[in-house]
Structure formats: C-alpha cells, structure tokens
C-alpha cells in the first residue's frame, strides 16, 4: 500500500515524487519509458530558471531524479492498463498484471506529438519521418530537411538540425511564426533555415531507401509544390496521454485533464500536473509548478486536511 502513485517521469512526475517523499509519504513513480520525458529529448533548455548558462535536457532531468530519489522515491518501469476505485483505495493494473494499491495518484502522464495523418507519414516513420530532431538528427548529415510547424518546439529543433543539415525548411501555415521572438531572431539570421509561409504538407513520398520529397500546397494561392528532403520533421502540437483513463475524471473537449488551482481532478484523491491537464502554458517551469502543488495536495488529502 503507498500513500501516493505517480504516473508519468517527466519534471512535474519527478517534482511531484520530490514533494511527497520529503513528506515522508510512501512514493512510487511509474515511467513506461524514460524519467525525463520529453526533456530528455530536448537539446538545451535556456529559459528554466536557476541555469544562466542553459543545460542540457538529459542533465536536468538526471539531476531532478536524483534529487527525487535520495528523499526515498521509488521509480519502476511499466504502462498504466487500468486504474479501479474502491472506496478511498485506488488499485493501479499495468500491463503486465502487476497491481498496486495507493490513498493518492496523481497523473503526470505529459503528452504525445500529434501526428499530421498525411499519406506517406505512417509508411515513412522511422525512415525519414521523426517527431524528435535530438534523437534522430544526426543520421542527416548534409541532407535537405523540412520542419512541420511554426512554434518554439519547430523552431528549436529547426535551429538544432542546421548542425547536421545541408538546408532546413520550415513549413508553416500561417505567415509568421508563433515562436518566442528569441528563437525568431536566431531563424531568420540563419543561412541554412528557409521559412516557407502559407503552406501545408499533403504527402510525403520516397522509396525503399526512405523519405525523398515532401508535397506542399500554397494554402492562400492553392499552388502545390514538391521540396526533395530526406527528412520530415513533424511539430504541430501534442495529444495528452489521457486514453487509458476510460472517464475516471473529467476531460476537456481535446481531452486533456480538468484540474482546479489544487491540481484536484473530479476525483477525491487523485491529482493531475504537467502537460496532461488542461492549462495555458506548457514548459519546463509550469510542470514544476504543477508537481508541487500536486504532492503538498495529496499530502493533505491523506491527512484529511484536504
């Protein structure tokens, strides 16, 4: 039995487990991947505070693990199947039958890019099209690339190609960015980057060896038009990770988490921080926030002050 159960590894997850173990609660996070979450994929992260320099993503989420477990956190690996009530007890079933029963959860599941269902972007996934620069840039070495989307996310990991990349399209469908100014000033005074303004994707086409060409349209002129790319780099937002839920608190219209200023779901008992809950800003620093309101939470939901 554990007084709280965190699902998800990412900074709000792991400042969360922070909270509720130097609360001396009985702590276990649940990661079906990597502790870290997206940030582990991210370069480098120049606006969370404390860091003037910048850090790397892999730095700053083994240093927030670190600092998680040494206050007695426990983390094991495996997918959340199914999560069941009973009374104040919630009963937590991963995918490999392993059940484990908590007084708290507090969901810190994040999110998933959200795929472009275009022709071509199944076939080619994993052989030209990516979702992360940081993982698979450097297999592009002197190629042509094309960027999807027009916020921070393409932006940064546009930025990040040109180390590798010959040039690097950045195909957006309005006409101009929605990117902080910061990483707007660094594009445009890069030679490698091309904006193409007022387009969208329609296919992405190649062969056995991979991507070779993206099919673009002129959404103000209706022109279509092909770039040759070896790669497709997909950034035009996230889906919560809210499927395995099945209604066991209440979900926005694009189903992401409906939380109060507590962190509280519709649920007595369980908590949500992080990407998955329905906010205004996404970052590093909000996530934070989320987790450590979120463990104060369940900590005084189990001392009955909540």
């Avoid at 003037?52 to 670190?66: F, I, N, P, W, Y």
């Avoid at 079933?93 to 022709?119: C, F, M, V, W």
């Avoid at 190609?161 to 399209?169: D, I, P, R």
Wanted: hydrophobic share 35%; net charge negative.
């Amino acid at each position: 039995m554990y007084d709280t159960i965190i699902i998800g590894g990412g900074p709000a997850g792991l400042t969360a487990g922070l909270y509720t173990s130097r609360a001396r609660l009985k702590s276990l996070l649940i990661e079906k991947g990597f502790t870290g979450g997206q940030v582990m994929t991210t370069e480098w992260v120049e606006n969370y505070p404390g860091f003037e320099e910048g850090v790397s993503g892999a730095e700053l989420s083994q240093k927030m693990e670190k600092q998680a477990t040494k206050f007695g956190l426990e983390i094991i690996q495996g997918s959340v199947a199914d999560i069941s009530l009973n009374d104040n007890i919630k009963k937590i079933t991963l995918e490999d039958n392993t059940q484990y029963e908590t007084k708290s959860i507090i969901l810190a599941t994040g999110s998933n890019p959200r795929p472009l269902k275009i022709e071509g972007e199944d076939t080619f996934r994993g052989r030209g099209v990516s979702y992360c620069a940081t993982c698979d840039g450097a297999f592009f070495k002197d190629e042509k690339l094309a960027v999807i989307g027009g916020g921070d996310s393409a932006v940064e990991e546009g930025l990040f190609l040109t180390k590798f990349a010959e040039t690097v399209y950045i195909i957006h469908r309005r006409d101009r960015l929605r990117a902080t100014k910061v990483l707007q000033e660094r594009a445009f005074a890069n030679p490698k980057i091309k904006l193409v303004w007022d387009s969208v994707p329609e296919k992405i086409a190649g062969d056995d060896s991979g991507v070779q060409s993206l099919h673009i349209k002129n959404i103000k002129t209706a022109e279509q038009s092909r770039l040759e790319v070896r790669g497709v780099f997909i950034y035009v937002g996230y889906n919560p990770n809210t499927g395995f839920l099945k209604g066991l608190v209440n979900l926005n219209e694009n189903n992401y988490i409906i939380t109060d200023e507590n962190m509280s779901t519709s649920t007595p008992g369980i908590f949500a921080a992080g990407d998955v809950r329905a906010k205004p800003l996404k970052q590093i620093a909000t996530a934070v926030g989320d987790g450590a309101t979120a463990g104060v939470a369940a900590e005084k939901y189990i001392e009955g002050n909540f």
